[in-house]
């Protein structure tokens, strides 16, 4: 979105206005996680531009860590208009659009350059989320997170077959049949369970950003940690379709300008917040691993069959048009 970004900046610089009294609009922004974590930082750095921006017109309520809505319950919430507008990620929006779980394939983002031009593409973006649109929630800018980590209770994570029989938290369909390939069996859990679920070995493991697994003390649990491309966590950027279309034109642009101005900053934020949880964990005992071309794949061959699996679901040509973007020099 990367050419939306660069006019509308321009555009939301100029119609910043005098302070009011009492906010106009207010937008109820729920999310699952903790602003603590580099999600939760863009998300507050976009509720002070766009009340600073908008001059006090506009009021971000933010409710963290699930504290409103969360899962399913937060994506139906958008859709009635109970909450304005949320980063939820993309795993729970396929419920709406099973297509979308094209992101989600084995590998289909193993570097960030691909990923990163594909959400600047707006026609893509736009395209990829028409049946979410159609159905009441728009997407108006990309919050990228981050490749999954896995980290487990007792078994080191290295090849696909080190999976195997062990009980591995999954994320949606696509991540769970990922699981479900290496031998592992998935167990669907939202991420304010998870905690609990290590804890009484309800799970032997799960797959996450490596930046959570620090943030939550995952690795009191399960220390075994390793750093893998197998899935890049986004969040799209959705509201409410009926009342974005309903906003104060001049409003509408300075919340979407803003909006992908934080997401593309925030690029730089995941990429650090990577390496330092990475050092983090090492420093407080956890033996991380970051996984190595050959064990890259060895795991894209153990996992090729979910692409198969999951392609009629997607289409043929959704998928090659994130090949094409992997494949771009």
């Known amino acids: 979105m990367r050419h939306i970004a660069l006019s509308a900046a321009a555009l939301a610089a100029a119609f910043v206005t005098a302070p009011v009294d009492a906010a106009e609009v207010t937008i109820r922004f729920p999310v699952e996680y903790s602003l603590a974590i580099a999600p939760g930082v863009a998300n507050q750095e976009f509720k002070d531009l766009v009340e600073e921006r908008t001059g006090g017109r506009v009021e971000v309520q933010l409710y963290p860590s699930g504290s409103l809505y969360k899962g399913l319950d937060l994506v139906q919430a958008i859709l ?45 973006i736009q395209n990829t989320y028409d049946e979410v649109t159609a159905k009441g929630a728009k997407v108006i800018a990309v ?93 799209p950027w959705m509201v409410n379709a009926r009342w974005w279309d309903n906003l104060d034109p001049e409003l509408r642009d300075i919340i979407q300008a803003t909006a992908i101005e934080v997401g593309e900053r925030h690029r730089a934020r995941s990429e650090a917040v990577t390496q330092q949880a990475i050092e983090g964990l090492r420093a407080v005992g956890a033996d991380v691993h970051v996984q190595t071309p050959e064990e890259l794949e060895a795991w894209k061959a153990a996992t090729a069959g979910v692409w198969e699996e999951f392609r009629p679901q997607i289409g043929d040509a959704l998928i090659d048009e994130v090949r094409a973007y992997s494949a771009a020099p």
């Open 80 to 124: 009635r208009g109970d909450a304005e507008m949320s980063t939820l990620t993309n795993a729970y929006w396929t419920a709406l659009s099973p297509k979308l779980a094209v992101f989600e394939l084995p590998y289909a983002f193993e570097d960030r350059r691909a990923f990163y031009d594909a959400i600047d593409d707006d026609g893509f």
């Open 143 to 235: 919050l990228p997170y981050d490749h999954f980590a896995f980290a487990s209770r007792e078994t080191p994570i290295r090849g696909p077959e080190s999976m195997a029989g062990q009980k591995i938290r999954g994320l949606g369909k696509i991540n769970s049949a990922m699981v479900a390939a290496t031998g592992a069996a998935p167990v669907s859990l939202n991420l304010t369970e998870l905690s609990p679920a290590l804890e009484q070995g309800v799970i032997d493991g799960l797959n996450a950003p490596i930046d959570i697994i620090l943030a939550y003390k995952w690795y009191e649990s399960a220390p075994n940690v390793t750093y893998a491309p197998v899935y890049l966590s986004f969040y």
